[in-house]
């Protein structure tokens, strides 16, 4: 059974840092590239970076230069720490992992961790 566990979440002042951590279960991490995504109240869920199985690491324009996604395959770990935090970073963040041979596609998603930017 594939289990995906974020922690790491909760509440930081503006300008502050926290370290989003995916620990996966039951499943070949190190041969699936890995997400995060987050959700903001009344909003879609939506891409904030992500890490291929070979490292490669791609970001979307508002969290470039604040945050960085990695990896530790002999932990079965992944991780996203966000620096200079603000108030519009607010949202359930969620990992997944995800592979596909051929036009077989698993993905697997973890429950999400809330974190709260707000003075």
């Known amino acids: 059974q594939v289990q995906l566990v974020e922690s790491g979440g909760g509440l930081v002042q503006p300008g502050g840092s926290l370290r989003l951590s995916c620990a996966a279960s039951?499943?070949?991490?190190?041969?699936?590239?890995m997400g995060w995504y987050r959700q903001a109240p009344g909003k879609e869920r939506e891409l904030v970076a992500q890490i291929t199985s070979g490292g490669t690491t791609t970001y979307v324009d508002p969290v470039k230069g604040r945050f960085t996604i990695s990896r530790d395959n002999a932990k079965n770990t992944g991780y996203l720490q966000m620096n200079s935090l603000k108030p519009e970073d607010t949202a359930v963040y969620y990992c997944?992992?995800?592979?596909?041979?051929?036009?077989?596609?698993?993905?697997?998603w973890g429950q999400g961790t809330q974190v709260t930017v707000s003075s």
């Open positions: 997944n992992v995800k592979r596909t041979i051929a036009v077989q596609a698993y993905l697997y």
């Open positions: 039951g499943v070949a991490f190190s041969i699936y590239d």
